[in-house]
């Protein structure tokens, strides 16, 4: 036994490292495709997939390169997302893209700066991401920025009293939520605070504290898996108060739940399908017509052709890191990461540039409603900062 | 007061009837091989994935038999190869055994399910929203402790009248002496765990129907609660564990009220570690000494 | 004697070999490596296992609350270390947290294991007069209200609530280029504090108690007494291996330290053999080789010419595993080692009759 055993290790010690094949250039998907944020993960890699599928070389030096994606499930758990980003730091990627989820960015991105590697947040919204890791980018709004937005969306609805709830352990939850509280009391609402804990099934009790608190709103940035939960149970009870999240509710998981049901969510996203602009609108129809494809496609983004915000993220994230690419004319991460912060890039979610931190200037949201008739999100309006 | 608190008693009785349903599990089984079935929380989630995916091939009512009889297969399956050969083994193996088979049912579910979570069918009836005094909720939140009470009140007839009854509450006693007196130890331990496992269907039918989303990990801390249930309501005790459910579920309903969320599942465990140092029988348990 | 003495350097000569393996694997393999990865991860969760094998394999105290302790220490060690300049971002909703020190490496390990000690000796008390499964579920239970105290709102300042704490000094900071070098050590002299443990007095009152209980206390060994220090012996170390994992992460964050981290651990133990040192550590790094890098090729959907390979899909490397840790569990229940040593293997018969 201990000598096969020993065989073993010595065999598995001698595996090399990869080969590398000419002239391909790899770039990490560090993204959830299970778990409690795996629905939005998919649909982000979706984004990225696409991408790809129109941009599948770059010229690096005179030379066609080949991208390849090298896709990481990062599960969306910090201790899980640790070694995710080792895995795809094994795998010589030039640079990373994800995640969603701003905990499992967080987690990862030691691992990143650790190897040099540079890393683009699609959609983790929570501030530490960039500012406690010089090797994170982002091209997404913030959690303060988004705060502000639903709370002053709130304020606008007529609510007084918020109800907060989040999940414990959950930073991109948690620190939304403080976001939110800080803008609504600052507009002179009352605010009342509460946690649940991973694994709860049971919002009975919650919901009965917002109403017998008073509350005349809910703002429950959560993921999906739960807000499920939520609004099932918010509507068994007859709420009649608006549900307010961020961007995690925009997924077809809560378009479910609050289908032929009498309740009104609202969130806060990235990016509309409907966006008149140019670019938008010619992403919107060839993403449609390549999920109408294939049917395995279908079902990773939910099992409709809805264009979420988060695949629209995820192509921008991959063109961006092209354009890093080609700004660095080199597959050398160290080289990428000097080329980072002077890129800039005209998106789909909008125009794209870095800031110090390394955070990309927006100053736009876009608030959906999930109508509970057509099973879709219509849009409501857009809001900017110092609105 | 009562009209504000009168929403998180029913949601307590509620969810306690379920937790019962589990706790049943649970007690058989220790009561007769001295083991915690750590597995036996993850029978229960599997019962919710066996009926989302049974739903998507075969009518309603043709699913809700099946997934009982499936559950009850898990169940047999599980004692047979994963506790049986382990009968002469100290009890700390199967207790590791038994933590191995959730392991491997969780990461079971897991892949088969993709690791998402899966929309529960919706049950006619039983997810009707019905309005009580100021309290608007499901249908199923007044049926559960009902069906809680009267399948408890079966199961304890069941053990005092029956034959099989008689040969459980042998074995429970006294193990060895039960078999030299010719009773088929395996088979009733086989019965204990069918039982077990039915009565966990029944539960994540109601469970589900509640809080409509299965996740491979969803079981794990109903299962926890329900097993402290039964320690509280004495081990071995089936009216003891429905009782015990019952004051969980409530409690922990009076918790979140009372604005201490955090700390709603803590609660459970602080309140197992109590009982289980000043009255460790439960409150039905019977006192049994150590033989050395 | 002078067999022991020989069979000692010989011991010496292998753990050297094995550190100096290390380190040479760390400069030619590079840092990006999986084999650096497993090197680290591997042993800080062998120090992990042997603590925990000193309570469930040596003693016999069925104890479920490891993680519990892991989360004291990691939080301990990284909550003292957190540099002054960055307290601000770390504990952003917070004011920068109520501590406003920071100490070294090395100290802060050490206070880690000390302040999961006296968590396991405030636990102890009352638990450790529990028996068997019961004693399992109350520490299982412990180590979930722990985790509750930590994510608490109201202690955020102390803790950064259910935040995740950074920029703590992590393995590359301390030795760059040697990180595995460094666990090594630390690892190194905490399992030989463990091993002279169990070679002493107090070792094989804690074997006699595993043994038979009555029996121990017939002898005149105080049962209470050496359960609770066996408890908070397995803590103290239990709580660096913690902080080493916190380390080693980069990262920290206390939902991470649930109960199937626990059951992770026992099951180590358990394929190493219980009572097993040596087992403990081999199945560490095994179990870690396995689930991070071996089997990862299980989790990627493989086309092999035009055939797609089948069952291949994510999640399905965990299903091998637990299979197999299911046979290991149903059909090898002494696990690689026994309850014998690697450095007794030479003389079987004279190790079991020292020992019964």
Redesign the interface.
Known sequence: MKKLIALVLAVMLLVPAFAMADNVIRIGVFEPSTGDNGAGGKQEILGIEYANSLAPTVTIGGEEYTVELVIEDNQSLTDKAISAAQSLVSKDVSVVLGSYGSGVSMAGGDVFAEAGVPAIGVSCTNPNVTLLCDYYWRICFLDPFQGTVMANFAKELGATKAYVLTMLGEDYGVGLGKYFVEAFKGLGGEVVEENFTEGTSDFAAYINNAVSNGCDVVFAPCATTYAALIIDQAAAQGISFPLLAGDTWENSAILNAAKGKNIKVYCSTFFDENDDAAAAAEFVTGFKAWLNADSGKMTNNGGNDIVAAVSALGFDAYNVALAAIKAADSADAAAIVEALPGVTYEGVTGAIAFDDVGDAKKDMAYIKFANPETGAFDFVKTQKVGE | MFDTLLPYLLAGVSVGGQYALIAVGYTLVYGILRLINFAHGDIFTAAGFFMVYLVASVPLPLAIPLVIILTVVLGFVVERVAYKPLRSAPRMSIMISAIGVSYLLQNLMWYVTGGLAKQYPVLPGLSQTIQIGSATTKLVTIVTPILTIALVVALVMLINHTKIGMAMRAVSVDFETSQLMGIKINNVISVTFIIGSAMAAIGSLLYFTNYTAVTPTVGAMPGLKAFVAAVFGGIGSIPGAMIGALIIGICENLIKAAGWTAFSDAFTFALLIVVLLFRPTGLFGEKTTDKV | MKKGNKRLIISLVFVALLYAAGCL?EHT?G?????V?VLQKGAVYALIAVSMNLL?GFTGL?SLGQAGFMLVGAYSYAILTIPMA?RA??Y??YNGGWVQFTIGVIPALLVAGIVAALFAALIGM??L??????L???T???A??IR??V???TIGPLTN????L??YP?L?NIMPGNTVLFTFIVVGICIGLILLLINSTYGRAFKAIRDDE?AAEAMGINLFHHKQMAFVISSFFAGIGGALLAMY???L????FK??MT?EI??IV?IGG?GSVSGSI?ASF?FI?CS???L?FL?AETVLGNIKVPLL????R??V???V??VV??FF?KG?MGDRELWELGSRRGAKGGRK
């Not at chain 3, 609530?161 to 995740?164: D, K, V």
């Open positions: 694997i393999a840092t990006k490596s999986m084999v990865t469930n069925f960055k971002a770390v952003q909703y009352p638990v007069r529990l028996k068997g499964d019961y399992a579920i109350a299982l239970g412990f979930e209200i509750a105290i994510q608490w709102d609530g259910s935040n995740l950074k920029t992590t590359k009555v992460q980069g990262s964050q206390a939902n991470s109960s199937s059951y026992l099951l358990v219980m081999m095994l080789a991070e890098w071996w990862r989790d899909a994510p999640g399905f965990m299903v595993f637990s299979v840790i299911m569990v149903l229940r690689i």
